[in-house]
């Protein structure tokens, strides 16, 4: 019998466990599954509320619906039939006080349409005369890394960067564009600049065409009726009963001739074969503590970040746009970075004359709004509401939401890092491999496919041994 263990009941480890026991079972392998997760629930970031009819996701609220690892997943679990996607809308950016529609044929800030971009009210004549250049100026030279703001204000300058590009791309990673890796995050801008040199014309080269119809086309984004912890609490449910035990840390590891023993914080030791670690890299340098090679995750920083949901009366919004929501220039006067009308753009997620908004405050520029108290996060969010909004009145509920310095930096240099603890695993600590939001992509579809491919790779090793 051969042992596997997997550290760590977020999505990922989640993800690597269900598919691991999917191939022990469809070749009946006489190998045995093991779930370890130091909190006392499974889901990590993913966590639901339902309170008066409303559905309120404390973490990620959805994912693109081209992300198949996520789609793949759900059709297997049998949960298809709680897809839903987002309803269209306008989308916007508030910069000073005024919000302005993001430009229709825009892709992640990037114009495609040079139209919709000279009749924006977002920049100034300056602004966009310095944008245009992308279409003049030579390629880079060729780079192992760099950052996203040093990568986009050469070929846009600072002005579409602030005031577009930075509000949408910032808030996927919840960081610093100027820290951020371009090839950790965004390697296929890179390429494109390579190839065609504009990245505008790259984009325009290899973007898929929108089919000429005036029929309304589908959102782009996929949630589950029931929230994400519909897809957590299946997951828990198809996995074997003696797989998971909660409220159990992983001290130590210590390989042996063959395999690995495990320290558990509950003071038992599992004999391990090969070892999945899904849990933040944080927790690297204690489990290895006899690797120096481990100090090298300490160099992946986090950041503080947390979300305000706000249930509301229709009639206590006074003035409400056409929309989905906004997110937030760093050259306006505001502390929340983004807000979502949940209830325009997931109707489900609130009940018929309700309003659900979801705002979100902290990141690299304001941490320690995270840390100030329940009173003190919400006056700052309905301030910066009402100077937006025009809301009457105090909310029915509020659920306050903090990720304390949860969010993994994919700064410059992430993937060299990366590939230095895996190179030295593969070399010195053969079995053992690594999977999460603190290596090859953070959102839930990034997170299940690295699982599955751990559970590939790991089952590959096993078999071979």
Request: with cysteine; aromatic share 8%; glycine share 8%.
């Amino acid at each position: 019998m051969k042992r596997i263990l997997i550290v760590g009941g977020g999505i990922t480890g989640l993800a690597s466990a269900f598919y691991a026991q999917e191939e022990i079972k469809a070749k009946n392998l006489p190998y045995q599954v093991k779930l370890v997760e130091a909190s006392d629930r499974l889901g990590g970031k993913v966590q639901t509320v339902h309170k008066d009819g409303f559905i309120i996701e404390r973490g990620p609220d959805s994912f693109l619906s081209r992300k198949k690892p996520a789609v793949n997943l759900i059709e297997k679990l049998g949960l298809s039939d709680q897809l839903v996607r987002n309803s269209t809308g306008k989308s916007y950016i508030l910069v000073g006080k005024k919000l302005h529609p993001i430009p229709p044929g825009s892709f992640m800030g990037i114009p495609t349409q040079v139209k919709p971009f000279l009749f924006s009210s977002l920049f100034s004549t300056k602004g966009k005369l310095r944008a245009g250049l992308d279409f003049l100026k030579p390629k880079g030279n060729t780079a192992e890394d760099q950052s996203l703001g040093l990568f986009f204000r050469r070929r846009f300058g600072d002005e579409l960067v602030e005031n577009l590009i930075e509000p949408l791309l910032s808030g996927i990673y919840s960081g610093d564009i100027d820290e951020m890796s371009l090839m950790a995050t965004f390697p296929n801008f890179y390429q494109l600049e390579q190839k065609y040199g504009s990245l505008i014309k790259g984009l325009q080269q290899t973007m898929p065409k929108k089919p000429k119809t005036k029929k309304k086309q589908p959102g782009m984004f996929y949630a589950l009726k029931g929230g994400f912890r519909t897809l957590v609490d299946e997951l828990e449910k198809q996995l074997d009963d003696d797989v998971v035990s909660l409220s159990t840390a992983v001290d130590h590891v210590e390989k042996k001739e063959n395999g690995y023993h495990v320290l558990l914080s509950n003071g038992t030791v599992y004999k391990a074969d090969a070892i999945i670690i899904a849990s933040p890299h944080k927790t690297l340098q204690k489990m290895f503590s006899k690797h120096d090679v481990f100090e090298t995750a300490e160099e992946i920083p986090n950041t503080s970040v947390a979300n305000v949901a706000l249930a509301f009366d229709q009639k206590a919004i006074k003035k409400e746009l056409n929309g989905t929501g906004f997110v937030v220039s760093r050259n306006s006067d505001f502390r929340i970075t983004a807000c979502t009308w949940t209830h325009r753009k997931w109707p489900h997620a609130a009940p018929e004359g309700k309003v659900l908004l979801r705002s979100y405050v902290g990141g690299p520029h304001d941490p320690e709004a995270v840390h100030l108290s329940d009173d003190e996060i919400v006056e700052i969010v309905l301030e910066d509401l009402r100077n937006t909004m025009k809301i009457k009145g105090d909310p029915n509920f509020k659920v306050i939401s903090r990720f304390n310095n949860a969010m993994p930096q994919y700064t410059v240099g992430h993937l060299e890092r990366i590939q230095k603890l895996r190179d030295y695993a593969a070399d010195h600590l053969p079995g053992i491999f690594f999977a999460g939001a603190s290596f090859e992509g953070v959102g839930v579809p990034d997170c299940i496919e690295q699982g599955e491919n751990a559970a590939e790779q790991l089952l590959t090793y096993i078999s071979g041994k």
